[in-house]
C-alpha cells in the first residue's frame, strides 16, 4: 500500500476536528421552535447542501431512505494547472488522447436511528462512466456502468452551544465495485478501460468525517469534511488512492420550506497505486496510472425544498476555481448533483 502525503493530509484533517468545538452560534428563533410541536417540520437548510457526503442525519425516530445523483464533466486535455492541445498530449508518446469525460453516480442510501443522536446508514452507489478519445483513427468513446463500492458507517450527533451542533462519523467502504471492467478501447476491440472508468476502488475503505452546522433565524452555516484511507485488497494489482475533502458553506433561509446555499470545497487526490498489466500506458494519458489524482477547489450555488408528507428536495451546481492536475489529464468544468429524501 503507498500513503505518500498521508500523515500531512491526516495533521489537516485532525486540525479542522480540533477547531471545530471553538465556533459558536445564536439560538434557533422561536417560530420555528413553536413549529415543531408535532416533531414533523425541519427547516429547509437543516441539513448541509446536497454535495456534502455522510453529513446528513435520520430523521429523528424514523427511517429515512435518500436518492443523489451527482456528476463531474471534463473538458479538455491539462498538465497541471495549465490547459494544453491534444498534440501536447500526443507529444508525450500517447497514441490517443482525451478530450471530454462524464463521470456521474447515483447513491442510494438508508438511515435509521439507533437512539438519540446514533444514525447507522447503508449506501448502495451506481456508477456511470464514458470519456472520448481522438488520435489517428478518429474519436472513440469509452463507457461502463456498474456497482460501486458499498458503504456502512454511523454518524454521531449531538449540541454544543445552543443553536449549534456537531457529527462524527466513522464509513466503511466495501470493494465491491469492479476493477476489471471491459470495453471498446481506442482503436477498436475490446480491452480493460482505464483506471478512471473502472466503478471501483480496488481497495477497502475506513472514512473518518467531522462535521459542525450553526443557525440564527434566517442563516444557517457549517465547515467539515472527510478523509478516505484506502487499504488494498489482496490480490489486486492496482487501487486508487487516498481522498482529502473539506469543505465551508452558508445557508439563506427564504421562507418556511426554501433556502438557498453558497459552498467551497476543497479535494486531494493521490492518484493511482500499483498498475494493471492489461492496461496498455501508452494508449492514452487516461490509459497511464501516473496521470490521475490532484488538487480541485470549487465554488457551489445550491438550492433546498421541504415537501409534504416527511419529502426534501435538493440541486446544487459547482465551478472550479483552482484545478491541478498530476500528470495529464482532463479539466474539470462543471459539477452538478440532485436529490431527493423521504423519512416514514
Request: aromatic share 10%; charged share 20%; glycine share 14%.
Amino acid at each position: 500500500m503507498r500513503l505518500p502525503q498521508t500523515k500531512t493530509q491526516l495533521a489537516f484533517f485532525t486540525l479542522a476536528l480540533l477547531l471545530g468545538p471553538m465556533a459558536t452560534a445564536n439560538a434557533c428563533p422561536q417560530d420555528l421552535l413553536d413549529s415543531l410541536e408535532d416533531g414533523a417540520y425541519m427547516r429547509p437548510d437543516e441539513e448541509p447542501p446536497i454535495g456534502v457526503l455522510g453529513a446528513a442525519m435520520a430523521a429523528a425516530g424514523k427511517m429515512t431512505i435518500a436518492w443523489t445523483w451527482a456528476g463531474t464533466n471534463e473538458s479538455g486535455p491539462r498538465i497541471g494547472n495549465k490547459e494544453a492541445t491534444t498534440d501536447e498530449v500526443t507529444d508525450q508518446g500517447y497514441t490517443f488522447a482525451a478530450t471530454s469525460a462524464r463521470i456521474e453516480e447515483h447513491r442510494f442510501t438508508f438511515h435509521l436511528e439507533l437512539d438519540e443522536g446514533l444514525d447507522v446508514e447503508l449506501t448502495l452507489p451506481y456508477c456511470d462512466a464514458r470519456a472520448d478519445v481522438l488520435g489517428p483513427l478518429g474519436k472513440t468513446r469509452m463507457r461502463t456502468n456498474g456497482l460501486g463500492d458499498v458503504e456502512i458507517g454511523a454518524l454521531w450527533n449531538s449540541a454544543l452551544l445552543e443553536g449549534y451542533s456537531h457529527s462524527y462519523g466513522l464509513g466503511l467502504g466495501l470493494p465491491t465495485g469492479s476493477t476489471n471492467s471491459t470495453g471498446i478501447n481506442p482503436g477498436g476491440g475490446d480491452g480493460r478501460l482505464p483506471y478512471s472508468l473502472q466503478p471501483g476502488s480496488g481497495a477497502w475503505s475506513l472514512i473518518p468525517r467531522a462535521h459542525w452546522l450553526g443557525q440564527t433565524e434566517d442563516w444557517s452555516w457549517g465547515y467539515g469534511g472527510q478523509y478516505v484511507l484506502r487499504i488494498r485488497e489482496g490480490g489486486t494489482s492496482w487501487n486508487k488512492g487516498n481522498e482529502l475533502e473539506l469543505g465551508a458553506w452558508a445557508a439563506h433561509r427564504i421562507n418556511r420550506d426554501m433556502s438557498i446555499s453558497l459552498r467551497l470545497e476543497g479535494h486531494h487526490s493521490r492518484g493511482i497505486s500499483g498498475s494493471e498489466s492489461t492496461i496498455d500506458p501508452l494508449i492514452s494519458n487516461l490509459h497511464d496510472p501516473d496521470n490521475a489524482g490532484g488538487t480541485l477547489f470549487r465554488l457551489f450555488g445550491g438550492f433546498n425544498f421541504v415537501g409534504t408528507s416527511g419529502n426534501r428536495f435538493a440541486a446544487e451546481v459547482g465551478v472550479p476555481l483552482y484545478d491541478d492536475v498530476d500528470g495529464v489529464q482532463l479539466g474539470s468544468t462543471i459539477t452538478y448533483g440532485l436529490g431527493w429524501r423521504y423519512s416514514f
